[in-house]
């Protein structure tokens, strides 16, 4: 006679439309044999049955077969990308980041080409993931520099302020200056870890983003500046020495060890425009005519 448990398993995977599993206890990897044996040799309809044993819509099936069809999708890398991308908005919120989680495995399985597919899933998990789900995609989509989610993740910050500082991060690694202006905000709002990160991240990106840097140097707030002042000080620039001394002179006292640090790179790139000069001279001045 089966137990409870045994019963509350067959019924649950009954109305999945799966084969229950007979034995007490519950033999995981039977079931999944089975199921993919009902599911047919069609590799998205076997994804689709897993997907229903690792996050099922009713109660029921016991934890250790969900922990099993979850590492069949895992193990079906590259075959199980498309499925899970559709299923992140399927599945009940609490699962999405599980699903994520289990998305992001399976890619890494892979050893050759990139699906067509993984990013814009990532980008579609952070658009309807819950927040957890964002958490675990936003960096996945840094990784790779995918500038088409930029907007996206930009839309996520405001959305979920506690994912703020996850996708400020996000957006230095990913390098496009399209960001600057929010991660200007992020930096001059002031706010203790969204402020640094902001400035980093302006730092990385480079080029236009290091403007709003050398403007904080100004900030009435010492956080502000400080924030800026350590992250300009190791992309720091020619162009950038008239700002350099400008905190020197206006805000030494702010911290000594970074004013230090500051004067040092200053006196280094300030010997570097010497030199620049010094060449550019030479090389326009006319030649000596020879007797």
């Given at each position: 006679m089966r137990s409870l448990r045994s019963f509350a398993v067959a019924s649950a995977l009954l109305s999945l439309g799966l084969p229950p599993c007979a034995a007490d206890p519950v033999d995981p990897d039977r079931v999944i044999t089975e199921t993919l044996a009902q599911a047919g040799?069609?590799?998205s309809k076997q994804c689709q049955a897993l997907v229903r044993l690792a996050w099922p819509d009713a109660p029921g099936v016991a934890p250790e077969i969900s922990a099993r069809a979850r590492a069949e999708l895992v193990a079906f890398g590259e075959?199980?990308?498309?499925?899970?991308?559709i299923s992140v908005r399927k599945v009940k919120p609490q699962y999405q980041a599980d699903l994520v989680r289990t998305y992001i495995e399976a890619f890494r399985q892979m050893?050759?080409?990139?699906?067509p597919d993984y990013l814009a899933g990532l980008e579609e998990a952070v658009w309807f993931g819950s927040e957890e789900a964002k958490r675990i995609a936003v960096p996945e989509l840094a990784r790779f520099r995918y500038r088409p989610a930029l907007l996206t993740i930009i839309d996520a910050a405001h959305e979920v302020p506690a994912l703020n500082q996850v996708c400020i991060e996000?957006?230095?690694?990913i390098g496009d200056e399209r960001a600057r202006f929010f991660l200007e905000k992020a930096l001059n709002d002031g706010t203790p870890g969204a402020a640094e990160a902001a400035a980093v991240s302006l730092a990385q990106?480079?080029?236009?983003a290091l403007l709003?840097?050398?403007?904080?140097?100004?900030?009435d707030s010492r956080l502000v500046r400080l924030s800026a002042a350590r992250a300009l000080l190791p992309v720091a620039r020619v162009e950038d020495l008239s700002s350099l001394f400008e905190y020197l002179e206006e805000h030494s006292r702010d911290d000594p060890g970074t004013s230090e640090a500051i004067r040092?790179?200053?006196?280094m790139l300030d010997k570097q425009r010497q030199a620049q000069e010094a060449s550019a001279a030479a090389s326009s001045a006319p030649e000596e005519k020879t007797p």
């Open positions: 040799e069609e590799i075959r199980a990308i498309t499925t899970l991308r050893s050759s080409r990139m699906p996000a957006l230095g690694r990106i480079g080029g236009r709003p840097l050398k403007a904080a140097l100004r900030a040092q790179a200053a006196i």
